[in-house]
């Protein structure tokens, strides 16, 4: 069966620090993956999404970037962490399966506040 | 522009009482309507599903509603129970699109 990590689970970190948060998916090959944020009582916000290796597209402008070394691996950084950055932090993937909609599966979330 | 607009954005019910929450999509191409369960500090997880042509889908007390027509879809919770305290988002599929369109969710509180 397929899981999804994230971690870490939890971060607080000072303005103008730098971020790595990290997110590997196991038992599927080739997933899509996507990077949402989550802020308080909002929705989710799209940040990036990848369908293959070093192949990333941003849906937002921002300090954030991304990064997929591996096929099921997907890594979320800053160089300068912004107090607006602070919110819940979804990982997702998801697999086309001919014929069948195509579900995304999220991890655990990490939940950062910028102070 | 895609969107999904759910309302109420807010719900309390008492234990045992039924609620019905509501979605109004506009994607293009549109293909699949999906409820997600997300319990608080967690990640969302699919409730239902529902492609185009299908009018209405179950699982366990959630039955989910589709209007390919009038773009509406609604979630109804029967017999609530505290477990159900969660926030349900409604996002509609695009056809050939790896992106989901997403609502901003009714956040539901089931009270004893």
């Known amino acids: 069966s397929q899981t999804i990590h994230q971690w870490p689970a939890t971060l607080v970190q000072p303005v103008g620090s730098p971020l790595s948060l990290e997110c590997t998916v196991e038992?599927?090959?080739?997933?899509?993956l996507y990077w949402y944020r989550q802020a308080a009582g909002r929705g989710l916000q799209l940040l990036f999404y990848?369908?293959?290796?070093?192949?990333i597209s941003s849906e937002v402008p921002q300090n954030l970037s991304a990064s997929r070394p591996q096929d099921r691996q997907f890594i979320l950084s800053s160089k300068k962490l912004l107090l607006s950055d602070s919110g819940f932090y979804l990982c997702a993937w998801s697999v086309l399966l001919t014929g069948t909609p195509r579900t995304q599966y999220f991890g655990p979330g990490t939940r950062l506040l910028v102070l | 522009k895609n969107q999904v607009e759910q309302s109420p954005q807010s719900l309390i019910i008492l234990e045992g009482k039924n609620c019905t929450l509501q979605c109004n999509y506009t994607v293009s191409p549109f293909s699949n309507l999906r409820w997600y369960k997300q319990d608080t500090g967690r990640g969302p997880v699919s409730l239902t599903i529902m492609t185009f042509s299908e009018n209405t889908k179950s699982n366990g007390r959630y039955t989910a509603t589709l209007d390919a027509d009038t773009k509406q879809s609604s979630l109804h919770i029967t017999a609530s129970q505290l477990s159900d305290s969660a926030s349900y988002i409604c996002?509609?599929?695009?056809?050939?699109?790896?992106?989901?369109?997403f609502g901003r969710g009714t956040s539901l509180i089931v009270h004893p």
């Open positions: 038992g599927t090959s080739n997933p899509n």
């Open positions: 996002v509609a599929e695009s056809g050939g699109s790896y992106i989901p369109t």
């Open positions: 990848s369908v293959g290796i070093g192949q």
